[in-house]
């Protein structure tokens, strides 16, 4: 049986402009979270164009002068929505990420299933397929889902490194190339799942695509530890 090695925590890196996108609301207030998650279920249901902020009050059980309270038009509505949804998404992850043990493998797998738990479902997928198709129609949309894909994959980056490194051995570095891989299969298997309903195929078909990736970040990091330490530097 493999021996479980300690693990190493996730590092916190210093913030950058894109390391949360910007957000006009407070979303430790009730209401607020209320009309997002509201919005998030019409939008979703009916398509962010077809939606009316009346539909969005209904759904939510206020008026539409409570909407427009705390946000001016659906446009900054749906702004506020992407932002919000992320950054759930992300606390979801890392709290999933923070609670893995056992081997390097074994957690990696599990963090790649709770990734894939949350995608598989049918209102987060519809609702970021329509903040796709809303963000080729507004390039301010367009630039902040640019920003939070970047996030994403390095979010990716920085999650995958912290289950295959260990305190006191050779850090293995997950190139960006990867953590594209990552998304790109994540979204694209997802569609095809939703537009075919080949629940079983894709399932499996992502059992594979685990199955191949984990091999080849435990192969890079054998790689990585077996390479020697690298002399120490001349005093100067």
Not at 29 to 37: E, H
Not at 115 to 130: A, G, H, N, T
Not at 221 to 227: M, T
Request: with cysteine; hydrophobic share 40%.
């Amino acid at each position: 049986m493999a021996k479980s090695r300690k693990k190493v925590p996730m590092p916190r890196k210093q913030a950058k402009s894109h390391d949360e996108l910007p957000r006009h609301s407070d979303w430790q207030n009730p209401r607020v979270v209320q009309i997002l998650d509201a919005a998030g279920r019409c939008f979703a249901r009916e398509g962010f164009s077809n939606t009316t902020v009346q539909q969005i009050a209904k759904e939510a059980g206020l008026t539409k002068s409570m909407i427009h309270y705390y946000f001016e038009s659906k446009q900054v509505l749906i702004l506020e929505l992407q932002a919000f949804v992320h950054e759930r998404y992300f606390r979801r992850v890392q709290s999933k990420l923070d609670s893995l043990a056992g081997t390097d493998e074994m957690r990696l797998k599990e963090a790649l299933w709770e990734i894939y738990d949350l995608v598989k479902d049918k209102q987060f997928l519809r609702l970021q397929l329509e903040l796709f198709a809303e963000a080729g129609r507004d390039p301010h949309m367009h630039n902040r889902m640019m920003l939070a894909q970047q996030r994403a994959r390095e979010f990716i980056e920085e999650g995958a490194e912290s289950v295959v490194n260990a305190e006191g051995e050779a850090k293995v570095t997950i190139p960006k190339s990867m953590s594209f891989l990552i998304a790109s299969v994540l979204l694209g298997m997802r569609i095809q799942e939703f537009i075919t309903g080949e629940t079983e195929a894709a399932q499996q078909a992502y059992e594979l695509f685990i199955a191949m990736l984990t091999g080849t970040m435990t192969q890079g990091r054998k790689k990585a530890l077996s390479q020697p330490p690298p002399p120490p530097a001349a005093a100067g």
